[in-house]
């Protein structure tokens, strides 16, 4: 069960159609493979996708951290030390996505060793879960015959409205028309990525007032101190806040400051270990959690699938598990597959995945 080696392997895979919101844009995948090989020739794999704009990672950076840093302090523990391997990596500040791959590479190969799905080692709640859909920032017709296409090749019936432009008529037009076209048969929620002010998103919620949406997400900054309570408090549906609201002490501020009163837990950035703490505390809380999307390609999807069927709290809502549609390729050897608007945990030890040596070959980037 030693860990003898921890490899960042860099990689990058063209979107068919790059994803724009608020606060930045993704047109390639430039990810990178983390590999965790252990004594008994297990190997533990997850992928860490720099978001520059939200965690002020790049893909050089988690490369350079994961080899100068972390995997020095990784190699040598059993997979099964997950703790000491989090507080020694908790040593050095920021770098989520770099800490939580390795995290989720070390489940992957413990569950290898011993034989079991990582999903049902954290609770094993369901196989299966409801796929959200996020629909990146166009004019409404185009983002209508996306939602039409998603529905008719996928099934998937929620989704995620990408918000927070100037003026904010630009996206009221585009709920409007998701749901004169939907009608009831979809759910609809809004995520601003931080794009308007407070008072902005208020104008914004109540012009949306009479749409029956789920949620609201980060619709502006949470340093809007009293501007976001302010919003939170005046809203008739849950607030979830996203990157605001990354460790389980933002998590704890946000909802008992009155900032939040639900949360998105991204496997992207806390991993299985952090994650776990994110949904007991909002279990305790008494907040909803939306399993959330870091833009993941195939192999974060199957970890956020792994972790989101855990548990009842968060295999309740559809999960935002279909980024991966709008790439060119990937790096799994057998592809994920929604079908009626679901995503099944895949079978199989630890996440239950394989990265194809050919593909790797193609896309990595050293
Ligand atoms: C999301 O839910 O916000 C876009 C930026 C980010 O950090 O994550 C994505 C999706
Ligand atoms: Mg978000």
């Known amino acids: 069960m030693k860990i003898t080696a921890v490899e960042a392997i860099p990689f990058a895979i063209p979107y068919a159609k790059p994803l724009k919101f608020a606060s930045g844009e993704v047109a390639t995948a430039e990810h990178v493979l983390i590999r965790v090989r252990t004594e008994d020739g297990i190997v533990g794999v997850a992928e860490a996708?720099?978001?520059p704009f939200t965690y002020g990672e790049t893909q050089a950076g988690i490369v350079a951290v994961v080899e100068s840093l972390f995997a020095p302090q990784?190699?040598?523990?059993?997979?099964?030390?997950?703790?000491?391997?989090?507080?020694?990596?908790?040593?050095?500040?920021?770098?989520?996505?770099?800490?939580?791959?390795?995290?989720?590479?070390?489940?992957?190969?413990?569950?290898?060793?011993?034989?079991?799905?990582v999903s049902e080692l954290l609770g094993g709640c369901t196989d299966r879960l409801r796929v959200s859909h996020m629909l990146g920032f166009d004019e409404p017709a185009a983002m209508v015959a996306e939602a039409e296409r998603?529905?008719?090749?996928?099934?998937?019936?929620?989704?995620?409205?990408?918000?927070?432009?100037?003026?904010?008529?630009?996206?009221?037009?585009?709920?409007?028309?998701?749901?004169?076209?939907?009608?009831?048969?979809?759910?609809?929620?809004v995520d601003g990525n931080r794009g308007w002010t407070p008072a902005e998103s208020m104008r914004a919620m109540r012009r949306?007032?009479?749409?029956?949406?789920?949620?609201?997400?980060?619709?502006?900054?949470?340093?809007?101190?009293?501007?976001?309570?302010?919003?939170?408090?005046?809203?008739?549906?849950?607030?979830?806040?996203?990157?605001?609201?990354v460790t389980p002490a933002d998590i704890t501020r946000e909802v008992l400051g009155g900032s939040a009163t639900a949360i998105s837990i991204k496997t992207a950035r806390t991993g299985f270990t952090g994650s776990q703490r994110a949904h007991h505390l909002a279990e305790g809380l008494g907040v909803e959690v939306v399993m959330g999307n870091q833009i993941d390609g195939q192999l974060g999807t199957a970890c956020t699938i792994a972790f989101?069927?855990?548990?009842?709290?968060?295999?309740?809502r559809a999960a935002e598990l279909s980024n991966f549609l709008d790439m060119t390729d990937d790096l799994l050897t057998e592809p994920l597959l929604i079908t009626d608007g679901e995503l099944r945990v895949r079978p199989g030890a630890g996440i239950g995945v394989e990265i194809d040596p050919d593909k790797l070959a193609r896309y990595r980037t050293s």
């Open 308 to 316: 989101g069927a855990a548990h009842q709290r968060t295999s309740h």
């Open 150 to 189: 998603m529905i008719a090749t996928h099934g998937i019936r929620t989704f995620k409205v990408k918000v927070g432009r100037r003026p904010v008529d630009l996206d009221i037009a585009v709920v409007r028309a998701l749901r004169e076209a939907f009608g009831d048969g979809v759910e609809l929620y």
């Open 49 to 51: 996708p720099p978001r």
């Open 208 to 245: 949306l007032a009479d749409l029956d949406l789920l949620f609201a997400e980060e619709l502006c900054a949470a340093d809007d101190v009293l501007g976001r309570r302010w919003l939170v408090g005046h809203l008739d549906v849950p607030f979830i806040a996203d990157e605001s609201a």
């Open 74 to 117: 990784v190699t040598g523990l059993r997979v099964t030390e997950r703790e000491v391997a989090r507080a020694r990596l908790g040593r050095t500040i920021g770098n989520p996505t770099a800490k939580a791959a390795i995290d989720m590479a070390m489940w992957d190969a413990f569950g290898k060793t011993v034989g079991l799905g």
